[in-house]
Structure formats: C-alpha cells, structure tokens
C-alpha cells in the first residue's frame, strides 16, 4: 500500500513560539491531503482539507491563522501552528488522498506538547 | 459531515473470543471504513464497506452495513493480544472525501 510519512514524530516547544509539521506522501501524488486533531482516549477530529496549489478548507471552529497550511506540491502538505499554547499540545495526524487508489492514507502521527 | 459514533464501549475478553463493535452514524454516506489505532500511533485502515453493500468479510474481520437503522458493526474473531487497540469507524460523504470519525472503541484482548 502508499505510504504517507509525517515529521516530525514528536515535538516539544515553548509557549508562544511556533511549530511545523510536514505529511508526505511517499510514492504516490496526493492532490488532497488532510489534518485531523486527536486528545488523548477521543477521536480524531479533522481540522482542514489542504489541495494541492490552493487554500486549505477549514472546519467549523478551528482558527485559519492559527493553524497555517500549506500545500505546496502533490507530494507534502505542512501544518504550521503559531504561537503555540499549551492547549494546543495534541496529536497531529495527516492522511492524503490518492486518485489512483481511490482511498485515504494515514500518516503515523505528530505528538506536539506546548511547555 | 455526518459523525460517525460508536456505543462508547470499552471491551476486555480473553484470547480466542470474538469482539464485536458497533457504530452508527446519521446522515446518508457514500461508504464507511473501520480502522485501529495501537496506542499513540498513526491508524491502520482495515475494512471498508460500501452503502450498497451489507457484509463484507477480511481475513478475521466480518463489518455489516444497515443503511435503514444508519449503523455498522465490526466482529474480530478469535482475538488475539496484538488485537488490542482503538477502533474506530469513518464515514465519507457522497461527492467528497472527507472522513468523519466516531469515538472509538477501545478493546483489550487479554492473553
């Protein structure tokens, strides 16, 4: 199956200051990747559906700004989260479309913890 | 998008039994998908099942589809240790590829 990496795997930062994660699909073009949220014991809760060459799609409540994304090519997406706050701390998991399999891949996962 | 949502069950059987979880969601879909997460790991797709099917079998996984009562249901036949994680369904919406989760079950499969 595709294989869709994310970096990096965990990450600690101070409050306020600001962090990127990159999802890349290894060895296939993904023209839509997503990123999805994840507290501890809950469900994954997707945050924005990133195409390939254009904005980013927020869900209801999540904060554009905040959470910057980027889809720069067929091959990597990069969530920037700003001034990050404690609150922020969460799992991060991106996932990216393949056309040619018709199917969604998941990448392992951002473990962020905001001191 | 519809919310896909499991009974909030938390399963612990012992070695060999079967595991039976189930989901439900609201709104018409154009498939659902089950998937496991192993603790603080990325998810692992295991099944999907289409709206216009009512059972589908995968090794040891069996997912069965009501679209009139909008739920679905995963049986893990005789469960081993490594079966123990988080299980979760997913709903895609018709004409998107947009997944909303449900909360998950989490199952323990005790050696």
């Known amino acids: 199956g595709a294989v869709v990496s994310q970096h990096p795997s965990r990450v600690i930062c101070k409050s306020g200051t600001s962090v990127k994660i990159e999802c890349r699909s290894l060895d296939f073009q993904a023209t839509t990747m997503f990123w999805y949220r994840q507290f501890p014991k809950q469900s994954l809760m997707l945050m924005a559906t990133?195409?390939?060459?254009?904005?980013?799609?927020?869900e209801q409540g999540v904060e554009k700004d905040k959470f910057l994304i980027n889809h720069a090519s067929l091959t990597l997406s990069t969530l920037t989260v700003t001034s990050a706050h404690p609150e922020d701390s969460s799992f991060y998991i991106c996932?990216?479309?393949?056309?040619?399999?018709?199917?969604?891949?998941f990448g392992p996962g951002t473990r962020l913890t905001v001191l | 998008s519809q919310q896909g949502e499991e009974d909030p069950q938390a399963l612990s059987i012992q070695e060999g039994e079967n595991a039976t979880m189930n989901c439900s969601y609201k709104?018409?879909?154009?498939?659902l998908q089950w998937y496991r997460q192993n603790s603080g790991r990325g998810l692992v797709h295991l099944i999907l099942?289409?709206?216009?099917?009512r059972e589908k079998h995968s090794g040891r996984l069996r997912v069965t589809l009501d679209t009139s009562k909008k739920s679905s249901s995963l049986l893990i036949t005789a469960s081993r240790a490594a079966d123990t994680a988080s299980y979760f369904c997913?709903?895609?919406?018709?004409?998107?590829?947009?997944?909303?989760f449900g909360k998950g079950n989490q199952v323990v499969v005790i050696p």
């Open positions: 996932s990216a479309y393949g056309d040619s399999y018709n199917e969604q891949f």
């Open positions: 709104t018409s879909i154009n498939n």
């Open positions: 990133s195409n390939e060459g254009s904005k980013a799609t927020y």
């Open positions: 099942i289409r709206s216009n099917e």
């Open positions: 997913a709903t895609a919406d018709y004409g998107n590829n947009r997944l909303a």
